[in-house]
T-cell receptor
């Protein structure tokens, strides 16, 4: 079945460090890929998305490229800030009949220290 | 602003009781889905509604049920609550480009 695997956390970085959070997926067909962010005590916010191979999603300095050959969608940011501290979820959109659901990874906690 | 609003934000129930969680979605979100997020885990798909009919369900027992109304609002009902039902329940609407937007969630604690 379809699944998402992302690197375990926590990831602890100093402010202005480079961030990579790895995400790989298993899917039939051509899923859309997403990164969601969850700040403490809040719901999920869409961070970025990519809908086809070689697409690059970007938002708020974060980027991820849909790599079909490596089935990956790694999240990167060149210079993290304390305000980026949150849990990041990689997800794919899975189509089954009339159902369009998201399948999530287990999440990666990012802690940025000043 | 995602256009998805949930209530209540927090609630505590006793094992064996029933709970109803509510979701209001903006027009254009004709598909609504519900997810359960246990502490430290990623969200798990419960079910999806389209035009007031359930048209997809994840690995959840029948005591999890739902409704969708013509005004795009929705309910999640859970009967015979168990301790393991303690979680954040997220409602999501599908917007343009098939992007799924989540509400802030309802935190349910079962004691």
């Amino acid at each position: 079945g379809n699944s998402v695997t992302q690197m375990e956390g926590p990831v602890t970085l100093s402010e202005e460090a480079f961030l990579t959070i790895n995400c790989t997926y298993t899917a039939t067909g051509y899923p859309s890929l997403f990164w969601y962010v969850q700040y403490p005590g809040e719901g999920l916010q869409l961070l970025l998305k990519a809908t086809k191979a070689d697409d690059k999603g970007s938002n708020k300095g974060f980027e991820a490229t849909y790599r079909k050959e490596t089935t990956s969608f790694h999240l990167e940011k060149g210079s993290v800030q304390v305000s980026d501290s949150a849990v990041y979820f990689c997800a794919l959109s899975s189509y089954g009949g009339a159902t369009n659901k998201l399948i999530f990874g287990t999440g990666t906690l990012l802690a940025v220290q000043p | 602003e995602t256009g998805v609003t949930q209530s209540p934000t927090h609630l505590i129930k006793t094992r064996g009781q029933q709970v109803t969680l509510r979701c209001s979605s903006q027009s254009g979100h004709n598909t609504v889905s519900w997810y359960q997020q246990a502490l430290g885990q990623g969200p798990q798909f419960i079910f999806q509604y389209y035009r007031e009919e359930e048209n997809g369900r994840g690995n959840f027992p029948p005591r999890f049920s739902g409704l969708q109304f013509p005004n795009y609002s929705s309910e999640l009902n859970v009967n015979a609550l168990e301790l393991d039902d303690s979680a954040l329940y997220l409602c999501a609407g599908r917007g343009s480009g098939n992007t799924i937007y989540f509400g802030e969630g309802s935190w349910l604690t079962v004691v």
